[in-house]
């Protein structure tokens, strides 16, 4: 199983270029996550997802975009990327809490995005 | 903003060792999971305690849960050289996990 892969794994933008990064899971999982990782601070929420067709914002969504049109698919969007949206991002995936609360997250790999 | 925070934020102890790390949060919890995360890799969860439970085991990883205290301690046995890595808590609630800073943990052979 490949779990959560997430494409591309590196990139480089300059200030006010656009992108999308992609983000896949084979897991048939309800709720899926981004999240940025900045050096000496936890992983910070962007935009979240209950399920195929609906988004939900993060602590930190300004400047990203989301859609998940298919279950297995959260994709993020740079409209126009900024030099403080240089980090690590992360998709994460897991199912549906319920009333026991969250259940463990399955995580990719990374893109590590560099905006100049 | 960051409900968990881990203490202390770096750890280095020899092979064969143990390692404890503590993580404190700010508000109620429905429960608490520890993470890992080696360089340059995605995080990978190791253990959920809820809310309700007082101490949890996997393997050589112990996990305690004070929810008076709104703090957890995960202990790993007999450490060895791949357990080298950033550990992360995270507190859930509703549809959120909210992240600490991590401890950095190394193994010296």
């Known amino acids: 199983n490949a779990g959560v892969t997430q494409t591309p794994k590196f990139r480089v933008l300059k200030t006010g270029q656009s992108m999308t990064l992609l983000c896949a899971q084979d897991?048939?999982?309800?709720?899926m996550y981004w999240y940025r990782q900045d050096p000496g601070m936890g992983l910070r929420l962007i935009h979240y997802s209950v399920g195929e067709g609906t988004t939900a914002k993060g602590e930190v969504p300004d400047g990203y975009n989301v859609s998940r049109l298919k279950k297995q698919n959260f994709l993020l969007g740079l409209e126009s990327a900024a030099p403080s949206q240089t980090s690590v991002y992360f998709c994460a995936s897991s199912h549906q809490g319920g009333v026991r609360g969250n259940q463990p997250q399955h995580f990719g790999d990374g893109t590590r995005l560099s905006i100049l | 903003s960051q409900q968990g925070e881990e203490d202390p934020q770096a750890l280095s102890i020899q092979e064969g060792e143990n390692a404890t790390m503590n993580c404190s949060y700010k508000?109620?919890?429905?429960?608490l999971q520890w993470y890992r995360q080696n360089s340059g890799r995605g995080l990978v969860h190791l253990i959920l305690i809820r809310s309700n439970e007082r101490e949890k085991h996997s393997g050589r990883l112990r996990v305690t849960l004070d929810t008076s205290k709104k703090s957890s301690s995960l202990l790993i046995t007999a450490s060895r050289a791949a357990d080298t890595a950033s550990y992360f808590c995270a507190t859930g609630s509703n549809y959120q996990l909210i992240w600490g800073a991590g401890t950095k943990l190394i193994i010296k052979p």
């Open positions: 508000t109620s919890i429905n429960n």
């Open positions: 897991m048939n999982h309800e709720y």
